[in-house]
Every structure is written in C-alpha cells, then in structure tokens.
C-alpha cells in the first residue's frame, strides 16, 4: 500500500513537472529540469510522449537536452564500472563509447559480426605460422575478405570512430580499425597491442616471452614489428626509426610503452571530442572529454 501510495504521488508529481518545462523563467526551469532527471532514465518514456505532443520547437529542445543529459549520466555511471572491472574489456569500452551517441545501441549485432571475423581468421590459423604469418593472416582476412578499409582521421567525420559503425560500414579510422584488430587479435591470443608512438594510432606483435627473461629491456626490443591498423601494412624498426626522423623526435623508450585498453578507450574519447569543436555541440565535447578524465582516475 506504502509503495503503491508513493508511485501515485510520484505520477502527480511528475505530471506537475511536465507542465512546467516550458515555463520562461530559466531557473524555474532548471529546478522541474533537475526534478525530472533525479527519476532517473525510467523517465524517459514521458518526456518522449510529450516531445510527440508539442510542436513548440523550444519545448523539444529543453525535452532533448534533459534525454540526453538522462543518457549521459548513465552512460557515465557504466562507464566507471567498466574501468573499475579487473580486465576491462576493449570492444566493451568502445561500445560504451558508440552509446554515447547511439544511446539505444544493441551490441549483439556488432559482437556477432565480430565472432563471424574471428573464426573465420581461427580457421586460417595454426600452431606452426610465424609471428608474421600469424599478423598476415588476421589482415588478410579482415581487408581483404571482409573489405574493411581505413580513412584518415577526420575530425568532421565521427561515425568513423564508432565501433558499431565501423563494423557495419566496413570503414573506420586508425582508431576505431585498430580498435578492431586488437580485439581480434585478443580473441585468439595473438600477441598485438597498441603503442604509444606519437601523432599515431599503430599496433605491434609484441614477444611476450622476451619481456618475461628480459624484465628491464626497452620496451622497443620486446616488439617484432608494427602494424597500419588503415590496412594491415607491415612496418619494421627501420620503417619505425624513418618516421621518428621525419617528424623530428628522438624515439625515446615510452613511445613503445603497450597501451592498455583504459588508456586506449580513452584516447578514443579525447579524438571523438574534437568532433565537435564548435558553439552548437561544445558541450558534447566537455562530454567526452569527461568521460575521458574519468578514466584517469
């Protein structure tokens, strides 16, 4: 009866609310806004139904903001579960990241076209191929026969840093393919891991066993080689140390430092913000870039 008794009042309330989004003084407005968004995402549905029965143009826009600001809090909230999880998983992370800005997402799309990529590699794979036979064969699978392609980050472009979207169009940036090619590659215990080389998103096959004998190495030693996640290219030291001389830095130790998949996740956040670099979605960058200054923590 208690419970059944609070639910009515809460419905009063919330009809009460809904009456007074439109009201003209902002602070009013601010305060049912907090109101309404203290209900939590279960409230939703009721500001959608109002949406459907305005045409006030600012109306919908207050009811998309408070949606959206219901979203990202959840959002947020997942997200620091995932980071607090002992093995925070990388596709999970870059899921999170795709809700952001499809908030109704269902992954089990992506996983699936996911899975279909990943056996089809594992029954290309065996126990006698090399280092480099192992990379060619994921690459070879994924650009050749299931078509993925790379574009150039593009700052006006973020459906390319969105794993969904990536999968589904078959086209990504450095990130978001990388992204890919790691998770993978960690499906089928393929040593591949991103580094923290500069102004670039690469991945390298990294000899686990020589970390393990050799503990105080430079982290450079333990890789075999690197490689475009654009296109599956294959790059040695060599090709490595040019690149370093063009841009003009000293390839110092950490530049090879493995990244993990927070850091990793985290980047993503901190490249989509710049998407939206502008006075109409600034805040959509703040956003983003809270999200990535939760990972820090």
């Not at 009811?63 to 959840?74: A, G, N, T, V």
């Not at 999970?92 to 499809?102: I, N, S, V």
Request: glycine share 4%; with cysteine.
């Amino acid at each position: 009866m208690i419970a059944k008794t609070q639910l009515l009042k809460e419905n009063k309330e919330i009809s009460a609310l809904l009456t007074l989004i439109d009201d003209p003084d902002e602070e009013v407005y601010s305060t049912v806004s907090n109101r309404l968004i203290s209900f939590g995402k279960d409230i939703i549905p009721n500001l959608e139904s109002l949406w459907e029965h305005t045409s006030d143009e600012t109306i919908q826009a207050r009811i998309e903001l408070m949606i959206h600001q219901l979203h990202y809090r959840d959002l947020a909230n997942d997200f620091d579960v995932w980071k607090n999880n002992s093995h925070p998983g990388l596709i999970q992370g870059a899921l999170l990241t795709a809700r952001y800005h499809y908030p109704d997402i269902q992954s089990i799309q992506t996983m699936q076209d996911l899975e279909k990529m990943r056996r089809n590699i594992w029954l290309e794979l065996n126990n006698y191929l090399t280092p480099l036979e192992q990379a060619n064969v994921v690459s070879s699978i994924l650009y050749n026969y299931h078509k993925q392609t790379g574009v150039e980050i593009a700052y006006d472009q973020p459906e390319d840093f969105f794993i969904n979207k990536t999968i589904e169009t078959k086209r990504g940036n450095a990130i978001s393919n990388g992204i890919l090619y790691l998770s993978l590659c960690d499906m089928l215990d393929i040593p591949v891991r991103a580094i923290n080389i500069p102004r670039q998103f690469i991945l390298a096959y990294v000899d686990t066993q020589y970390g393990i004998i050799h503990p105080e190495s430079a982290y450079a030693d333990r890789i075999k080689f690197f490689i475009d996640p654009l296109n599956g290219q294959i790059y040695s030291h060599q090709d490595v140390e040019g690149y370093f001389k063009r841009i003009n830095i000293n390839p110092v130790n950490a530049y090879f430092r493995e990244l993990d998949n927070k850091e990793i996740i985290r980047f993503l956040l901190e490249e989509l913000s710049k998407c939206f670099d502008n006075d109409l979605n600034i805040y959509k960058m703040n956003e983003l870039r809270q999200l990535a200054k939760l990972l820090e923590e």
